[in-house]
């Protein structure tokens, strides 16, 4: 049985031969500091810098189209697979997988999946905002 996602209310992820249908995303990225105390009740501040992005999708693959996504996932996580993949007007460059969960349910024609991505890098497409 073959379904077909409403194209407007989900973008398309495409990882390796998995398409995921994301319904929702969120993207997190830190730049941390530290704070070393001195003599003479003193603070120096450090700045460390910015650490990846982190790309948190959540959505559902079709089982039609692949009926196990969570060992599809783990083959591309122990390959160590970078994507370079375009959401929403944002592309990410040499995305590495982080983590996965996969929740099937047998009554059901997809598989939720929530996928964490680690991005070194990300770029606004021009004219997007």
């Given amino acids: 049985m073959n379904h077909s996602p409403d194209k407007e209310k989900y973008c398309l992820a495409e990882l390796g031969d998995i398409k995921l249908y994301v319904s929702s995303y969120e993207l997190s990225r830190d730049r941390r500091y530290s704070f070393q105390n001195l003599v003479g009740s003193s603070m120096y501040f450090t700045d460390n810098g910015s650490f990846p992005a982190y790309l948190k999708l959540k ?21 160590n697979m970078r994507f370079f993949l375009t959401m929403d007007g944002i ?16 009554k059901s024609q997809t598989v939720k999946c929530e996928v964490t991505l680690c991005c070194d890098s990300y770029i606004i497409a021009k004219g997007e905002g």
């Fill in 91 to 106: 592309f990410f460059n040499a995305a590495r997988l982080k983590s996965f969960s996969a929740v099937n349910d047998i």
């Fill in 59 to 79: 959505g559902y693959v079709l089982k039609s189209e692949c009926a196990s996504p969570c060992v599809e996932f783990n083959t591309l996580m122990n390959n």
